[in-house]
């Protein structure tokens, strides 16, 4: 997967898929966007063990700005995060991204997406609104730092990649 383009017509951007030599930085951007962060034996799991897991980054000028995972397991793909540096946000790199792994799914033979978004995270909420997702179910007190619920999403896949 290779997508050369530009952020804001000027800034080259560049998504391809996350190597362990990606994981430090990815650490990084994952502190920047979650209170419960990542370690980085979690991605380095991910990448080398997970036979289902796929994970995708987006470079500006060789820095890692963005990332995003899912598991692909038959016909279902789950995401389990998606972030972007904050400096980075609202230029529409999240929607591609979140793009890019739709793509990526159909072509790993997934039918559905689903993800869990906290009900406080309007910007995501949003995001995913836009991409088609709707909103399915409740898993209660998901979230282990503050309890909060968590509510879960889903998309077919075909219909919004035509
Ligand atoms: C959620 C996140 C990935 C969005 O990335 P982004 O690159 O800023 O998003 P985009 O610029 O592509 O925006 C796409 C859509 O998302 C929504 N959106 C993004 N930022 C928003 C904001 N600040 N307020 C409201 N809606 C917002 C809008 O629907 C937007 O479409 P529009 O530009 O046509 O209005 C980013 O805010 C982030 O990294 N947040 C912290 C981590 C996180 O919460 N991840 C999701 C966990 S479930």
Same mark, same amino acid.
């Given at each position: ?47 080398? #063990? =997970? ?13 890692? #700005? ?7 397991? #038959? ?5 389990? =995060?998606? @972030? ?8 529409? #790199? ?29 910007? @995501? ?20 730092? =503050? ?16």
């Amino acid at each position: 997967m290779r997508e050369q383009d530009h952020v804001n017509q000027t800034i080259p951007l560049r998504f391809r898929m996350m190597t362990l030599g990606d994981v430090e930085a990815v650490v990084e951007l994952e502190k920047l966007a979650f209170p419960t962060p990542w370690p980085a034996d979690a991605f380095i799991n991910e990448l080398t #063990i =997970n036979k289902h897991a796929r994970y995708v980054v987006a470079e500006v000028e060789g820095r890692v #700005i963005a990332y995003c995972g899912m598991w692909v397991v #038959i016909d279902e793909a789950h995401i389990t =995060n998606v @972030a972007v540096h904050p400096e980075y946000r609202r230029r529409g #790199i999240g929607e591609r991204l979140m793009r890019q792994m739709m793509g990526l799914a159909l072509l790993e033979g997934g039918e559905k997406m689903t993800l869990e978004v906290r009900p406080s995270n309007h910007t @995501a909420r949003s995001l995913y609104k836009k991409l088609g997702f709707e909103e399915r179910g409740i898993r209660k007190q998901y979230y282990s730092d =503050n309890m909060e619920d968590a509510i879960i999403m889903w998309v077919k896949l075909r219909e919004q990649t035509k």
